[in-house]
Nanobody, 123 residues
């Protein structure tokens, strides 16, 4: 099982981008998924999360600007980021807190992280 993130890049203040993160492998189920970010010199923080049922949670500074959503059929989570600010600059990581998957003849449940996507907001 792996999580593959995509969609990062350089955007001007006020601009938008969409991050995607697809889980692949012999997946049986995925629980909560989320996006974290880590700016230089700062700790990794939760940006947004979404349950398998679609309930969402956002960090205060992104409320009203970012939207997290998922396509359970594609095992993919998205982060639509609008009205971007320079302080949103960070490496963004996707996370799945519990993926149940088949390996050989057995099912396992683990947490997985994506590889990170750089988002730079600058004029």
């Amino acid at each position: 099982v792996q999580l593959q993130a995509s969609g990062g890049g350089l955007v001007r203040p006020g601009g938008s981008l969409r991050l995607s993160c697809a889980a692949s492998g012999s997946i049986y189920s995925i629980n909560d998924m989320g996006w974290y970010r880590q700016a230089p010199g700062k700790q990794r923080e939760l940006v947004a999360s979404i349950t398998s049922g679609g309930s969402t949670n956002y960090e205060d500074s992104v409320k009203g600007r970012f939207t997290i959503f998922r396509d359970n059929a594609k095992n993919t989570v998205y982060l639509q980021a609008n009205s971007l600010k320079p302080e949103d600059t960070a490496v963004y990581y996707c996370n799945a807190d519990r993926i149940t998957y088949l390996s050989g003849s057995f099912y396992y449940t683990h947490e997985f992280w994506g590889q990170g996507a750089q988002v730079t907001v600058s004029s």
